[in-house]
Antibody
């Protein structure tokens, strides 16, 4: 059964870079059937899409975050990662990694979610 | 301000039927992009509830029904149960800017 597990620092200082990794077990991240993505949820707020990556390395980012976001894949470890630079308190959130299915970027939806990890931006 | 608009809250008594709306525009739902729905129980990650407008994943009861028309979509929940109390989010795609995945602001369902 597919499982996604987020890992990384829970506390990040303002202006620094947030780095998270999602380890995929139960499926190959190199499958051409899926996209892999990051979604976040600030405290008491709704879901915000951060970005997706296809196994080929093609990436899609939220226009509001694109200048600060990098998503990458490491197929040898069956992992994908998120880097968000120049963080502020507004980046404090639960960060979910996810598998997306749909065949095309604009048709994608999340069929498997990680449990989520809370990241706090504070000095 | 979410691109997709949902009511902040809805409520209903056990056994009743409620609907949650998701209103978009000509650059997302109205442009023909699919709508998907997620249920988020307290303290847990969201779970896929409806995909591609009307389809239920295996294991989701047929009490949950999705529909789409024009620039809007709806999620109907019949035979309300206490365990349905959760946050519900719609999701679609918006073709403005460079194109991006969009979520509704979420609707809190309270079972009275």
């Amino acid at each position: 059964q597919l499982q996604l597990q987020e890992s990384g620092p829970r506390l990040v200082k303002p202006s620094e870079t947030l780095s998270l990794t999602c380890t995929v077990s139960g499926d190959s991240i190199s499958s051409s059937s899926y996209y892999w993505g990051w979604i976040r949820q600030p405290p008491e707020k709704g879901l915000e899409w951060i970005g997706n990556i296809y196994y080929s390395g093609t990436t899609y980012y939220n226009p509001s975050l694109t200048s600060r976001v990098t998503i990458s894949v490491d197929a040898s470890w069956n992992q994908f990662s998120l880097r968000l630079s120049s963080v502020t308190a507004a980046d404090t959130a639960v960060y979910y990694c996810a598998r997306l299915i749909g065949g095309l970027h604009w048709k994608n939806y999340v069929d498997v979610w990680g449990k989520g990890t809370t990241v706090i931006v504070s000095s | 301000q979410s691109v997709l608009t949902q009511p902040p809250s809805v409520s209903g008594a056990p056994g009743q039927r409620v609907t949650i709306s998701c209103t978009g525009s000509s650059s997302n739902i109205g442009a023909g992009y699919d709508v998907h729905w997620y249920q988020q129980l307290p303290g847990t990650a969201p779970k896929l509830l409806i995909y591609v407008n009307t389809n239920r994943p295996s294991g989701v009861p047929d009490r949950f029904t999705g529909s789409k028309s024009g620039t809007s979509a709806s999620l109907a929940i019949s035979g309300l149960q206490a365990g349905d109390e959760a946050l519900y989010y719609c999701q679609s795609y918006d073709s403005s800017l460079s194109g991006y995945v969009v979520f509704g602001g979420g609707t809190k369902l309270t079972v009275l």
